[in-house]
């Protein structure tokens, strides 16, 4: 079942697109996604390390030894994480800022873990990086969307931008914790409906 | 007993090569990265406090080894003479630790201000402390050689509390009033420091 390198960038961003097919990675998607802004800058943080780590171990794979491969990959996922870190607080403080604890968490988002063990170990260089480009676009884009649902119904704007008009009572519940479980739940409803033919 | 040998090597060369790897990027990028706490912590804080200052105080600062803590001071002048020097003290507040800019007259060691650099307060509530402009104008004129003033009215002190925050106003109290110590322990050392930044 030989797929095409486009099938595998692909199947990231609908067939199997991250947190809504896979219900991988819920942690940050739940926490973090209070504002689309915040939600599209975890995404590209959770893509970086996503695809770096899939083209390294997707080239080491044949010299790492299959008793110490999850060991193996966590060094490979955690050295790009801490990069991630340190360029996000020299470059872009203020997302550092609002992202806070959740980056170094990326560590142990099973999203990542999970493409290196299921598929960047068992496939060639370029079909790994166009997976973690596809699944990293995919995570992006649905925790930049459960942002913009959260933050436009909690506080009646994105980015600072009114969507509903002045006459529009924020539903404050949406941007709290509980809020986020129901916006995603509803968000899983929706892709549901919309995947069965 | 090969298997073994191999993994060993495997991991250790990994690990070697991700430390390496880190190790080169921390230090190439410490200097963006204290550059950043400044720009989006510290600095805010010190540039509210600092309002009629006529040189820059994020520019003209200096550090001190206190407690064994590196601890910045940012030197505010107006035409050319050091007037006022602003240093952070720290206390816990309602949510966890709080940050608190505190700006002290050199000559009169009067507070001039204040501004809140950190804080995991709640929302709405004791976050009113960033901008709570009566209470923040309640610290402005008290010595801090008389800590007995920096304690809010409950606590027969001249501070104004915030309405339903009380304990994060008791905590930024305390935060101002260690900064003041600070201050009043470090006194001649730190009016030397800033003697260097006249002209």
Avoid at chain 1, 84 to 113: S, T
Avoid at chain 2, 42 to 53: K, L
Avoid at chain 2, 85 to 111: F, H, N, P
């Amino acid at each position: 079942m030989a797929k095409t390198i486009a099938q595998e960038f692909k199947k990231g961003l609908w067939d199997e697109i991250p947190p809504f097919r896979l219900v991988l990675g819920l942690c940050p998607v739940l926490a973090v996604t209070t504002t689309a802004e915040n939600g599209v800058g975890m995404g590209l943080a959770t893509t970086f390390v996503l695809i770096c780590s899939n083209m390294l171990v997707s080239l080491l794979r044949n010299n790492i030894p299959s008793k110490i491969r999850v060991p193996c990959f966590i060094i490979i996922i955690a050295t790009f994480v801490i990069l991630v870190e340190l360029l996000m607080q020299a470059f872009a403080y203020g997302l550092f800022l609002e992202l806070g604890i959740f980056i170094p968490l990326i560590v142990v988002n099973c999203l990542v873990l999970g493409r290196s063990e299921a598929f960047a170990s068992k496939n060639k260089f370029v079909p790994s990086l166009a997976d973690g480009l596809g699944m990293g676009i995919g995570f992006t884009l649905s925790l930049g969307v459960l942002g913009a649902v959260r933050e436009s119904l909690g506080t009646g704007m994105i980015s600072g931008v009114q969507v509903f008009g002045p006459s529009f009572e924020p539903f404050e519940f949406m941007v709290q914790a509980p809020g986020a479980f129901v916006a995603l739940g509803l968000l899983l409803c929706i892709m549901n409906i919309l995947g069965k033919k | 007993m090969r298997e073994m040998v191999k993994m060993v090597v495997t991991l250790t060369i990994l690990a070697a090569a991700a430390g390496g790897l880190l190790a080169t990027v921390k230090t190439t990028t410490a200097e963006r990265i204290e550059q950043a706490v400044l720009d989006y912590v510290q600095g805010p804080a010190v540039m509210s406090i600092m309002e009629n200052v006529t040189n820059d105080p994020l520019e003209d600062r200096f550090a001190l080894t206190i407690d064994n803590e590196d601890r910045n001071f940012f030197v505010g002048k107006i035409d050319g003479v050091p007037k006022m020097v602003a240093l952070e003290g720290k206390a816990s507040g309602y949510g966890g630790e709080l940050g608190v800019m505190v700006g002290i007259d050199i000559e009169t060691g009067q507070i001039v201000g204040i501004g809140i650099t950190t804080h995991s307060e709640t929302p709405g509530v004791g976050s009113r402390a960033e901008s709570d402009i009566r209470f923040l104008k309640s610290f402005v004129g008290i010595p801090v050689a008389e800590p007995d003033k920096i304690y809010i009215g409950e606590d027969d002190g001249e501070i104004a509390n915030i309405g339903g925050a009380t304990v994060t106003a008791r905590g930024v109290a305390t935060a101002v009033r260690r900064a003041g110590d600070m201050y009043r322990n470090n006194e001649s050392e730190i009016k030397t420091q800033v003697e260097a930044f006249a002209g």
